[in-house]
């Protein structure tokens, strides 16, 4: 077990209500270990408000409420949970801090996730304290996933764009444009102000250091009052199925209906759906080049219904695929 430091934090800055990104600097003098970009760590706060499991629902899946103490206060306790780093190892070596980027978790029973929850909580009244884990892990990472593959396809749905924005940052620090394969990010959240880092995606696209396309998409584009051009729209699964030539899942599920029930389920999903379009600067037939399968790795990131959906559209296609599972 990785010893446990305590670190403060030095930034923090609520995204939305739901979405935050924070810098944690070290203990004390010390210095965080050298990671990869892709690489998570352990973080824990002791502020947490603690759940008990009291049954399984009839989806098979646990139940947790919370958990009371004897005077009926919901108990608090220590939550330790992994977390991506989402800055690049030069801007750790500079600054010394590490940057996180993360999403208030929607329990069920309305329970807010419990190291989240004491995350955005964080303040004057609580402590900027985080514990970590003196160590840094995990192999998703470029030279653990990619091989020998010249484009690289990455697929970030909500706060799974982290590993990838610290792999692109690290790019540009390095690169002098020699690296000589393709990047290119689908970024996907529900609306434009969810799309964490855009602006640094953008301009790591428009410095050219290495060749990197940005491609950015919202899945609820009703809830934006106008929406930027260059921001394109649909689920990243319904992106890539669209980059790739194929049906959007909706519509492959309305031509798979076999009963009734989930024929009236299939056109449901259907009239909700946000079809897939790229920002318009996109062409898709340059793109569907750009990431050929035979030469490309598919990685991927985040909503892990996005991320079963996108494994069957690698199969499909005969993309290599690469998940890190949260
Ligand atoms: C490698 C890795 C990297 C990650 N990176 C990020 C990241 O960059 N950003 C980010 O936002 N998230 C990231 N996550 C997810 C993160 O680790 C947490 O799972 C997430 O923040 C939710 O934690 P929580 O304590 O708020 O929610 P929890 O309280 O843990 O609730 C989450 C779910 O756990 C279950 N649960 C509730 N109570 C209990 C209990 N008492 N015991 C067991 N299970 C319970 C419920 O099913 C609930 O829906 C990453 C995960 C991994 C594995």
């Avoid at 030279?143 to 790019?171: C, I, N, W, Y």
């Avoid at 953008?202 to 921001?231: C, H, K, L, N």
């Avoid at 669209?242 to 056109?267: F, N």
Wanted: with cysteine; charged share 25%; hydrophobic share 35%.
């Amino acid at each position: 077990m990785a010893e446990r430091k305590i670190g403060t934090v030095v930034h923090k800055e609520l995204i939305t209500p739901g979405l935050m990104r924070f810098r944690l600097a070290p203990e004390g003098d010390s210095q965080f270990p050298d990671y990869e970009a892709g690489q998570y760590i352990a973080l824990r706060r002791d502020d947490c408000k603690l759940t008990r499991k009291t049954g399984v629902g009839q989806d098979g899946k646990p139940i947790y409420e919370p958990e009371y103490d004897p005077w009926g206060r919901q108990t608090v306790g220590p939550v330790t949970h992994s977390y991506s780093i989402a800055s690049a190892p030069s801007d750790t070596r500079e600054h010394g801090w590490l940057e996180f980027l993360i999403a208030l978790e929607d329990g069920v029973h309305g329970l807010s996730g419990r190291l989240s929850d004491a995350l955005f909580g964080m303040g004057q009244e609580t402590g900027c304290d985080v514990t970590y884990h003196d160590r840094i892990a995990g192999n998703f990472t470029l030279a653990g996933r990619v091989h020998d593959a010249q484009s690289v396809l990455m697929v970030g749905t909500g706060t799974g764009v982290a590993p990838f924005v610290s792999m692109l940052k690290e790019l540009k620090a390095r690169s002098d444009g020699s690296d000589g394969r393709r990047y290119t990010l689908v970024h996907t959240n529900r609306t434009a102000l969810e799309l964490a880092d855009q602006d640094t995606l953008f301009e790591i696209e428009a410095a050219g250091r290495f060749d990197f396309m940005y491609v950015p998409t919202i899945s609820r584009p009703s809830q934006d009052v106008a929406i930027d051009p260059r921001i394109g729209q649909g689920r990243a699964n319904n992106v890539v199925r669209h980059i790739y030539g194929l049906p959007t899942a909706e519509e492959d599920k309305q031509t798979s209906a076999k009963s009734d029930v989930s024929r009236v389920a299939a056109e449901l999903a259907l009239a909700r759906l946000v079809h897939p379009v790229l920002p318009r600067h996109v062409n898709v037939s340059d793109l569907r080049d750009r990431v050929d399968p035979g030469s490309s790795v598919l990685l991927t990131c985040g909503n892990p219904a996005s991320m079963t959906d996108l494994q069957s559209t690698a199969a499909r296609r005969d993309l290599r695929f690469e998940l890190e599972e949260w």
